[in-house]
T-cell receptor
Framework: SQKIEQNSEALNIQEGKTATLTCNYT??????LQWYRQDPGRGPVFLLL?????KEKRKERLKVTFDTTLKQSLFHITASQPADSATYLC??????????FGKGTRLHILP | DSGVTQTPKHLITATGQRVTLRCSPR?????VYWYQQSLDQGLQFLIQ???????AKGNILERFSAQQFPDLHSELNLSSLELGDSALYFC???????????????FGPGTRLTVL
């Protein structure tokens, strides 16, 4: 069956350290993979997009990797800050134009 | 502020009723997407419209329908409502997509639907 999985448990990281979130998928052939941030009661906010032929993408303190062999994307926040605390969603765009979101990982940056 | 507007912000109704949710995309965006978010299911893609035409369909129930109007605003109609339809409904928009080229989506603030 098709699945997209993110750590369901919350991730607690000390301020200043690097937070790494994982997104794994099964039986999809995504053309793109994206990461979004969502704060409670608000809509997701786009962070980064990576294409299937790209290994890594960076934007300021954010880095995304995409391994189509492992069927996995890693999302890194370096020099993490309490303001980075939120739920992070990964989403893939499948070749049939359907968009599938993971359930998200809650990240807590501890001061 | 993403530039995407949704109304109403909250909606409380009873089982069996019908409601309409409205979305106005960002200026210049031709694509509109609808999502349902519940605690147990996460964010579920329902349907996408591009310039008035249906482009992709996700897990949208037959009791639900959507359309995009010539002015590009979109409406999501939910009928024969059930308790399980209680959720946050998000609309998102993106610039004109070329098939095979993806653009980031901008999400609205959502409509919280409660079915009693």
């Amino acid at each position: 069956s098709q699945k997209i999985e993110q750590n369901s448990e919350a991730l607690n990281i000390q301020e200043g350290k690097t937070a790494t979130l994982t997104c794994n998928y099964t039986n999809y052939s995504p053309a793109y993979l994206q990461w979004y941030r969502q704060d409670p009661g608000r809509g997701p906010v786009f962070l980064l997009l990576i294409r299937e032929n790209e290994k890594e993408k960076r934007k300021e303190r954010l880095k995304v990797t995409f391994d189509t062999t492992l069927k996995q994307s890693l999302f890194h926040i370096t020099a993490s800050q309490p303001a980075d605390s939120a739920t992070y969603l990964c989403a893939l765009l499948n070749r049939d134009d359907k968009i599938i979101f993971g359930k998200g990982t809650r990240l807590h940056i501890l001061p | 502020d993403s530039g995407v507007t949704q109304t109403p912000k909250h909606l409380i109704t009873a089982t069996g009723q019908r409601v309409t949710l409205r979305c106005s995309p960002r200026s210049g965006d031709l694509s509109v997407y609808w999502y349902q978010q519940s605690l147990d299911q996460g964010l579920q893609f329902l349907i996408q419209y591009y310039n008035g035409e249906e482009r992709a369909k996700g897990n949208i129930l037959e009791r639900f329908s959507a359309q995009q109007f010539p002015d590009l605003h979109s409406e999501l109609n939910l009928s024969s409502l059930e308790l399980g339809d209680s959720a946050l409904y998000f609309c998102a928009s993106s610039v004109e997509p070329v098939r095979g080229i993806y653009n980031e989506q901008f999400f609205g603030p959502g409509t919280r639907l409660t079915v009693l």
